[in-house]
């Protein structure tokens, strides 16, 4: 007598084959598609680190290129200043803004500390500019805190 849910030995045999095999696919295309991501992933961060080490290379060129318009007001200089920052700004970096806001330890590195009667801890001149690049500072500003007679920073 022949059942019809009766399964022999070796189609049992073979199912559990074939869900074993399907398993170790699925586990392989998971592993596969991690690490296609990560893949993707370190080359973007790999992409991002190789272009913030180039442009703080050129900020300096930037700040020296300013000096020297601040002395000579040449029309061409202020140009290429522009065009500079233009391209600075499509490749997401942008001046950190600390005049006269509150020294942030995290945008600014204060160089001297003068005196006032009414501003503690402001920012009182730049000498250096800092930059980011989208949401990291990249390179900090170098800056004068003021510092209240009998306060601290």
Known sequence: MIKSDFIS???E???????E????????????????????????NLSVYIKKDVIIKFLPVLES?????DHLKDKGLELAIKQFKEL????GIEELEVLNKSFDPN????????KSEDKNNIVTKVLTKG???FDEVILPAKVIVSKKRGGCI
Do not use: F, G, M, V
Request: contains cysteine; hydrophobic residues 25%.
């Open 131 to 133: 930059y980011k690049l």
């Open 107 to 114: 945008t600014s590195e204060c160089i001297e500390i003068e």
């Open 88 to 91: 600075l700004k499509d490749e």
């Open 9 to 11: 030995p070796k189609a």
């Open 13 to 19: 045999d073979q199912k559990k084959q074939i869900e």
């Open 65 to 69: 290129l300013e000096k020297a318009h």
């Open 21 to 44: 095999l399907t398993d170790n696919w699925k586990r392989a295309l998971a592993d596969y598609q991690n690490l296609e991501k990560n893949y993707t992933q370190q080359k973007q």
